[in-house]
């Protein structure tokens, strides 16, 4: 099934993200676990692979191998750190906002910096009080002269104590097109950081919260004008949010059929291997059967987004197969490992931890139901990834 998606350019990408998580992040998972630290400097290790800039056009430095190649990097690092196919993702995100809504001036001033690992980018758009409700936000920005001054917070901002420059979604004016998004880098004055909170999984991954006080930033540093916030906010979400989480959730799926595998084999039972058991033969066999079917949906949703067709749907249900068949396996994992399993010597408990962080961000799976819904009925409000579809390589040469 892979070998239909996959060109010989993305199976090497997937060997050298392969060797890279076992030799330089395996090893450092279980400090990572016992200290829940923000991993700083595994974060730029990562990010000066080069694969930040996957989907980051070769003129500004990065790969140009698109939205699969994104998904094999982040699944590669997700079966061995959740934590680190998190981070890798969520700076993806804030990639998205400057390819597709940065100027030239932006583009060239960021883009080459983030490809080379220098830079890692972040999106912040929730907000304690208004949550998933992007129209409720409260952090505000007010013009003053060649400036704006922003105020307020962030919330369950993926990067958050690792990232250098945050794209922000704000309130400048009333309405759906009162919001817009601005580049703050990390080091302005009047930006802040609240502490970090560990929390049930990923440790080693922060999504804190940014704190702006009278925070100045250029209008140079504006995405796009006033009023496109909604815009970058909902696309970056759709386009990069849904199958980068999916990404992140077929790595942990990933591990938990390996790691159960190898379980059922190395235990035995009334003299034979745990797996030759019917009754674990049978969920065992029931996991495998949904890692495929996630795989092949989340591979098809990115394929088809490579290629430039409306698939806002299919990235939806992407993310929506491969949360919740993941979590289904993750319950199937701990019932076969039974009591072995709740000790921190296996890391199935681990994965188990991991794939619930997956669940609530770019849209709870009752989100991504009700959209695709929407389709059935036929009253879905247009398609990103047919407005922002990249040009058909014949059209782009001049």
């Not at 983030?114 to 129209?135: F, K, M, N, R």
């Not at 398609?383 to 014949?394: E, G, K, N, T, V």
């Amino acid at each position: 099934m892979d070998a239909y998606f996959m060109t010989e350019r993305h199976e090497q990408l997937r060997q050298e993200v392969r060797a890279f998580a076992e030799t330089e992040v395996r090893l450092r998972v279980d400090d990572m676990e016992a200290s829940r630290a923000v991993q700083h400097d595994l974060a730029r290790l990562i990010a000066r692979q080069g694969w930040i800039g996957v989907t980051i056009g070769a003129e500004h430095g990065g790969l140009g191998l698109g939205h699969l190649a994104k998904t094999i990097i982040i699944e590669e690092l997700a079966r061995v750190s959740g934590a680190m196919g998190a981070m890798v993702q969520a700076s993806q995100l804030g990639v998205a906002k400057i390819v597709h809504f940065g100027n030239a001036e932006q583009r060239a001033a960021w883009l080459p910096a983030i490809a080379a690992g220098d830079c890692l980018p972040t999106i912040a758009v929730t907000e304690e009080q208004s949550g998933g409700h992007v129209l409720g936000m409260a952090a505000t920005a007010v013009r003053d002269g060649d400036e704006y001054v922003l105020n307020g917070r962030k919330v369950f901002v993926g990067n958050s104590h690792v990232g250098d420059l945050h794209g922000v979604v704000v309130r400048t004016g009333a309405g759906s097109r009162g919001l817009s998004a601005f580049l703050v880098e990390a080091d302005r004055s009047g930006f802040s950081l609240g502490e970090h909170r560990p929390a049930l999984g990923l440790h080693g991954f922060s999504f804190g919260e940014l704190i702006f006080t009278d925070c100045r930033v250029p209008v140079a540093n504006r995405l796009g004008a006033e009023g496109d916030g909604l815009s970058v906010a909902y696309s970056s979400s759709i386009l990069y949010g849904r199958p980068n989480l999916t990404a992140v959730a077929l790595g942990i799926h990933q591990a938990l059929v390996e790691e159960t595998s190898a379980y059922v084999t190395e235990r035995h039972r009334y003299g034979k291997p745990l797996g030759d058991l019917l009754p674990v033969k049978l969920k065992l066999g029931q996991m495998q059967s949904r890692l495929m079917t996630a795989r092949l949906a989340a591979y098809h949703a990115v394929h088809t987004l490579d290629l430039g067709l409306p698939c806002d749907a299919e990235l939806m249900n992407a993310k929506l197969i491969n949360v919740e068949s993941t979590l289904d396996s993750a319950r199937n994992a701990m019932e076969i490992h039974a009591a072995a399993g709740l000790y921190l010597d296996r890391p199935v408990e681990r994965y188990l931890r991991d794939a619930h962080h997956i669940f609530a961000p770019a849209g709870t799976s009752d989100v991504q139901l009700i959209r695709l819904a929407e389709f059935a009925l036929g009253t879905a409000k247009g398609q990103w990834s047919q407005r922002l579809a990249p040009r058909p390589a014949a059209e782009a040469v001049p």
